[in-house]
């Protein structure tokens, strides 16, 4: 084919606008560049955070932390289950993360009581048995930890809420939060109220329905799927109420404390 005259301006008039939006984009792309620089640079020279329940953070991320826990609070509803999963799903070897708090070779889960410190002062001591005498309640759901993995784990044990109901600490749960951990009080969680009354939420004895071994947190754990794995207290020694957001292992390190799902 002939190139004609026409053709030449046509293909002049093309490569002009390719070059002038080529301008643009490496503009665009300059000034968005140099935005997100600026905005991480302020981010990362903004101050800490005054060390308390959190800590680690900075001032502005902690504050969107906890902007956003306001935000999906409202939204949080018991009725609202996390997804659930046929037996045969299960893992079969179950991932093991961290044990901070549950590695005291001292430790005896036999004569082991669970602390229910009431707001009042007093304490219930509560073991095992009396624990499994209450109606025992299995999940299968997609354990998710903060580090990117995640499994799909079967737990049996009593619901968090069926214990409140025995032991009558309906009282308690006016208050904001609870507070668990490790017998050494090595490793805490703070949670919530309305996620631990959560119909979801377990005190574990039983994993793969077999009795829960050490390295995943006997006698007794939490599993708590409406939260990220940190939240999933192994080797509970205490539980305890406030209208105080309870000391956080994560928090305290930089971490949501809210660690919501
Ligand atoms: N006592 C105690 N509980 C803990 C932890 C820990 O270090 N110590 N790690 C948490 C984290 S980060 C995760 S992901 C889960 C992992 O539970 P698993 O080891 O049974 O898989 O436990 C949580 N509970
Ligand atoms: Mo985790």
């Given at each position: 084919m002939k190139t004609t005259r026409h053709d030449k301006q046509e293909k002049f008039t093309v490569d002009q606008k390719i070059r002038r939006r080529t301008f643009i984009s490496f503009a665009v792309f300059f000034a968005a560049s140099t935005a997100a620089y600026k905005s991480w640079d302020w981010l990362y020279h903004a101050p800490s955070e005054?060390?308390?329940?959190?800590?680690?953070?900075r001032q502005p991320l902690r504050a969107a932390m906890n902007k956003t826990e306001i935000f999906f609070r409202k939204f949080?509803?018991?009725?609202h289950l996390v997804k659930t999963y046929p037996k045969?799903?299960?893992?079969?070897?179950v991932r093991v993360n961290s044990n901070i708090g549950n590695e005291d070779k001292n430790f005896n889960p036999d004569t082991w009581q669970l602390s229910v410190l009431k707001h009042t002062g007093e304490t219930l001591k509560v073991n095992l048995a009396d624990l499994k005498a209450l109606p025992k309640t299995e999940i299968i759901f997609d354990f998710k930890c903060v580090e990117g993995w995640d499994q799909i784990q079967h737990w049996g044990g009593v619901r968090f809420i069926d214990f409140i109901k025995q032991y009558k600490l309906d009282d308690q749960t006016d208050l904001a939060y609870v507070g668990m951990e490790t017998p050494d009080g090595k490793y805490q969680v703070g949670l919530d109220m309305e996620s631990a009354l959560h119909p979801q939420t377990i005190l574990a004895y039983e994993m793969n329905e077999e009795p829960l071994q050490s390295i995943h947190g006997a006698p007794l754990r939490l599993i708590i799927p409406v939260k990220y794995g940190i939240k999933n207290l192994k080797c509970i020694g205490k539980i305890a109420f406030s209208n105080q957001r309870p000391p956080d292992y994560w928090a305290k390190r930089g971490y949501d404390y809210y660690s919501g799902l």
């Open positions: 005054t060390s308390g329940i959190t800590a680690r953070a949080f509803s018991t009725d045969s799903m299960a893992a079969k070897k």
